[in-house]
C-alpha cells in the first residue's frame, strides 16, 4: 500500500500537495503492467475530488477495491475447488492483467488459485497461452527487475 505524507506527497493528478483538509485515495499495488492505461494509479495516492474529475479514477478506485476485497485472507478461496487457502505457499493470487476488457487476458484478472488444485484448473492452458500473447504482442513492461507475468507463467505451468 502507498505511503503518503501529508503536507509533502503530491497528487499526481493535479501537482498540489496533500494535506490532512482533504479527502484522499490510497491505491495498493494492484496492477504490475507498466504499459497498462492504470499503471499510474499504482501504489500512490491522488486528492479523491481529482480522481472524481479524472476520467479513469472511478473506474481505478473500483479495481482497487476489487483487488482489496479479493486479497483480504478470508476471500482467499480457490476458484477451481472453492477451498480457502491457508498456507501461504500454496496461495496464489493474479493481480490485474489487463485493464482492456477486449483481451483475453482480462478474465483473468483479480482471480485466486490454490497450487494444488492447478492441474484441476480448466482454464490453466488458456491463461498459459493468452499470457504468453500478451508478451509476445508487446503488451507487457515491467517496471522492476521481476518479470511479474513471466513468474506468474511459471508458477501456473509447474504446479510443484
Known amino acids: 500500500m502507498a505511503i503518503i505524507f501529508t503536507d509533502k506527497t503530491e497528487c499526481l493528478l493535479c501537482g498540489k500537495k496533500i494535506t490532512d483538509e482533504e479527502d484522499f485515495f490510497i ?5 504490475q503492467n507498466v504499459k497498462d492505461i492504470y499503471y499510474k494509479f499504482n501504489d500512490t495516492g491522488f486528492h479523491s475530488n481529482c480522481l472524481k474529475n479524472d476520467e479513469l479514477g472511478n473506474q481505478a478506485i473500483l479495481f482497487a477495491q476489487e483487488y482489496i476485497d479479493k486479497t483480504r485472507p478470508k476471500n482467499r478461496i480457490c476458484i477451481v475447488g472453492g477451498n480457502l487457502i491457508q498456507r501461504f505457499e500454496d496461495y496464489i493470487f493474479i493481480d490485474m492483467l489487463t485493464s482492456d476488457k477486449e483481451e483475453a487476458l482480462f478474465k483473468f484478472n483479480f482471480i485466486t488459485l490454490d497450487r494444488n ?11 498459459i497461452q493468452y ?3 500478451f508478451k509476445k504482442e ?7 527487475e521481476f518479470k511479474y507475468l513471466d513468474n506468474l507463467i511459471k508458477k501456473v505451468s509447474d504446479p510443484n
Open 27 to 31: 491505491f495498493p499495488p494492484f496492477i
Open 131 to 133: 499470457a504468453e500473447e
Open 117 to 127: 488444485n492447478l492441474q484441476r484448473w480448466n482454464d490453466r492452458e488458456n491463461f
Open 138 to 144: 508487446n503488451k507487457w513492461e515491467d517496471l522492476t
